[in-house]
C-alpha cells in the first residue's frame, strides 16, 4: 500500500494530535517534501516530537524517510498519471475544472490499483465460496455504502442468487436475528466504524450467519465482527459529498466478488445472464 494511501487510512484511527499530522499531510504531501520537520511541527501546531512520532506510526524510522517516500511516490504518480503538478493536494477553490477533476480522475484510479493490488485472495475466495453455497445472501451498507450494497445486489440477482439488500438499520438488525442454514452477511462501510453495520454483522454472527465486511482497516470495529475481511484501499478527498474515491474502490472489490461467485458455476451464469438480458430488452422497445 502507497505512503499516502497507509497516512489516510490511518487518520481514521489515530489520536486527535496525530490524526491533524495525517490530515496537514493528506491536504497538500508536496508540502513535506519542501519542509523540514520544525516547519511541518508548526504547521500542525504540534511539536517535533509529535511527528517523529507520528513517521514511527505509520511504520517509518523518521522523517528523513518520510519525506523520501512521498518524493518519490509524488513523481512517480505524477508520470504514471499525467496528472498536473499539484498531484497529491487537495481540491482547492484555486483550482480550474479540469484539475480538480484530473485530481480526483487519478485518485479513483489509484484507488481501484490498490485495492486490487493488495487484495488478499485467501479471503476473497474464502468470501466467495461462502456466497456460492449460501441460499440467502444479506447485504447492508449505509449512506454511499448502500449504493455499493445495492450494486452487488443487483449483480448477485441478475444470476439467481438470493440476495436481500436491507433498506435500514431496523430492517437489517430484525433479518440478522433470524439466523438460517447457509446465510451470509455482508456489511460495507469504508471507514469501519459505521455503528449500523457493525451491529447487523454481529447480530448475524450471533445468529449462526456467515460475515463479511468490506471495510478500509483491518482493525476496526467491523472486521472484529466479520469471519472474512476485504480490504479497500482509498485516498478520499475532503472536498466531497459523501463518498467518492472510497465508494470506487468498494464498487472495484464488488466486481471481484462477482466475477468469483459467477466463475464458479460458468454455464448457469451465462444461460442466466442470457435470460434477464432478454427480459429486459422489451423494456427497452428493442
Known sequence: ?????????????????????????????????????????????????????FCRTI?????????????????RESAQLSAPTSFGSEISVGDSLRDATAKVAALEALAIEETVGNLDYDA??????????????????????????DDLGHKLLRIGRSAI????AHEA??????????????????SGTTIETVRFLQAARSAGTTTIGVTSAADTPLAEASDRTLLTHAREPRFRAGAM????????????????????RHAHTVHALERTADATRALRGE
Open 173 to 190: 438488525s430484525a433479518a440478522a436475528a433470524l439466523g438460517a442454514t447457509r446465510s451470509v452477511a455482508i456489511g460495507f462501510s469504508n
Open 59 to 75: 511504520g517509518l524510522s523518521g522523517y528523513p524517510a518520510l519525506r523520501m517516500a512521498l518524493a518519490t511516490e509524488l513523481g
Open 245 to 264: 474515491v472510497s465508494r470506487i474502490a468498494q464498487l472495484a472489490l464488488v466486481d471481484c466478488i462477482f466475477l468469483g461467485v459467477a466463475q464458479r
Open 165 to 168: 439488500v436491507l433498506s435500514d
Open 1 to 53: 500500500m502507497s505512503i499516502q494511501t497507509t497516512i489516510a487510512t490511518a487518520a481514521e484511527t489515530l489520536p486527535p494530535s496525530l490524526a491533524r499530522i495525517a490530515r496537514v499531510i493528506g491536504d497538500d504531501p508536496v508540502m513535506v517534501t519542501r519542509s523540514t520537520i520544525t516547519e511541518l511541527a508548526a504547521a500542525c501546531d504540534t511539536s517535533v516530537a509529535s511527528v517523529v512520532r
Open 124 to 149: 476473497l475466495d474464502a468470501a466467495v465460496d461462502a456466497i456460492d453455497q449460501a441460499h440467502r445472501i444479506l447485504l447492508f451498507g449505509v449512506g454511499a455504502s448502500r449504493l455499493v450494497a
